[in-house]
């Protein structure tokens, strides 16, 4: 089993910035594929980030690229999503996740039913 522990978000004006950390913990080393993905209510979660955790490739959605940033500290098992230039739109909770299997690149952004372990999620509010 691996649990991830989620940190950070708040509220921020629009253009302002904002960073989330999840620690994953407990059998870590099965783990090949983690991100972040967000939801507002009513609306499906949809992907924000992935990486191939442990190695280099990372996935953005379109609407947050040049503006979010992915990255990942193996030797601390943490994954962070550093997100600039907020938009209004940004706002949702956010959740980071994780699965046993590479994520093959950006279609594992809407795979988000292939994410095995889950944190409890953070809210992020944007206020313009």
């Known amino acids: 089993q691996v649990q991830l522990a989620e940190s950070g978000g708040g509220s921020v004006q629009a253009g302002g910035s904002l960073s989330l950390s999840c620690v994953l913990s407990?059998?870590?080393?099965?783990?090949?594929?983690a991100g972040w993905f967000r939801q507002v209510p009513g609306k499906e979660r949809e992907g924000v980030a992935t990486l191939n955790y442990g190695g280099e490739s990372t996935y953005y959605d379109d609407s947050v690229k040049g503006r979010f940033t992915i990255s990942q500290d193996n030797a601390k098992n943490t994954m962070t999503l550093q997100m600039n230039s907020l938009k209004a739109e940004d706002a949702a909770m956010y959740y980071c996740a994780a699965r046993d299997s590479l994520c093959g690149g950006h279609y594992s952004l809407s795979e988000a039913a292939a994410f095995d372990y889950w944190g409890q999620g953070s809210q992020v509010t944007v206020s313009s």
């Open positions: 407990g059998n870590v080393g099965i783990i090949d594929c």
